[in-house]
């Protein structure tokens, strides 16, 4: 298992890259527009209300009161659900993260951070991951490789053992466009289901996502912790 309190130390070393090229392609894709809603967002202050090891992440069947969310917040989660080639996969959290699905966020998230250059530590990536799903993506730096090449990214994205460090050189074109229609609060420790609908992918036209307030990364906003296309 990747160990998150290394990656978070590695994270915090400036996050800087040992490449020196610049790289114009790694740019995070364009936010798809949302309605703007008259109300604020209503999530607590407190980002987490119960210890973790009692915590249970809802799952993408639950149902819960509709609440609105500002615009912000469904830009930002519509853009964490655009990551090209999520649309791939469903998950429930107690299933945990498949290293294909992390490739394409690790991708996205480095692009995010506009850092110049190919190279970046292996723990700012698996910190961001974790930042994403809130949760550690097992044995990622392991299995990175082969489930790259399963997705036939293995030119964007590859792990040396070696050095330790990850190689991204470019970001994913953009495929799925999201747009959040309804938010509904699943109670405890800031839950939220988002239903949205989908263009632009031919295999889906709906997604439902379990979101959580994020408590490592407030300019993402939520970490995505259940997803179901369809």
Same mark, same amino acid.
């Given at each position: ?5 290394? %990656?978070?130390?590695? %994270? ?6 040992n490449?020196?090229?610049g ?15 008259k109300?604020?967002d ?6 987490t209300?119960?210890e ?9 069947n639950?149902?819960g ?6 615009? /912000? ?11 090209? %080639?999520? *649309?791939?996969?469903? *998950?429930?959290?107690?299933?945990g ?14 692009a995010?951070?506009d850092i110049k250059g ?11 991951l974790?930042? *994403?799903?809130? /949760? ?8 990175c ?9 293995y030119?964007?994205?590859? *792990?040396?053992n ?11 074109a953009? /495929? /799925?466009?999201?747009?959040i229609?309804r ?9 939220y289901?988002?239903? %949205? ?5 031919k ?8 979101v ?16 179901k296309?369809?």
């Amino acid at each position: 298992m990747d160990d998150f309190a290394t %990656g978070y130390l590695a %994270g915090q070393d400036g996050g800087n890259n040992n490449g020196g090229n610049g790289n114009e392609n790694l740019k995070p894709n364009p936010v798809t527009p949302q309605e703007p809603d008259k109300k604020g967002d209503p999530t607590e202050a407190e980002l987490t209300t119960i210890e973790a090891s009692k915590d249970k992440v809802p799952s993408t069947n639950a149902s819960g009161k509709k609440v609105i969310f500002n615009q /912000q917040d469904l830009e930002r989660i519509a853009a964490m659900l655009e990551v090209p %080639g999520l *649309y791939k996969f469903s *998950y429930e959290n107690k299933d945990g993260v498949s290293a294909e699905m992390a490739t394409h966020v690790a991708v996205w998230m480095a692009a995010r951070e506009d850092i110049k250059g190919t190279s970046f530590p292996s723990g700012t990536v698996v910190l961001d991951l974790f930042k *994403y799903y809130g /949760q550690t993506v097992v044995n990622f730096k392991s299995n990175c490789n082969a489930a790259a090449k399963k997705e036939n990214i293995y030119d964007i994205i590859s *792990y040396s053992n070696k050095d330790s460090v990850f190689t991204i050189t470019k970001g994913e074109a953009k /495929q /799925q466009s999201v747009k959040i229609n309804r938010v509904e609060s699943l109670g405890n420790n800031n839950y939220y289901k988002v239903t %949205g609908s989908v263009s632009g992918e031919k295999s889906c036209k709906k997604v439902v996502a379990v979101v959580q307030k994020n408590r490592l990364d407030t300019e993402l906003g939520f970490s995505i912790k259940a997803l179901k296309w369809s």
